[in-house]
């Protein structure tokens, strides 16, 4: 924090990112399907 002092975060629960086939696709670099 921007007062200098330590901060605790609570653990919660993070929504997993699933990608879609599509978009891994392109981010591997597999340019015959486009978004």
């Known amino acids: 924090p921007q007062t200098g ?3 605790t975060i ?3 629960k993070i929504l997993t990112f ?3 086939i599509l ?3 392109e981010i ?3 340019r015959r ?3």
């Open 18 to 20: 699933k990608p879609s």
């Open 5 to 7: 002092e330590s901060l």
């Open 28 to 30: 591997n670099g597999d």
């Open 10 to 12: 609570t653990a919660r």
């Open 33 to 35: 399907s486009h978004l």
């Open 23 to 25: 978009l891994k696709q």
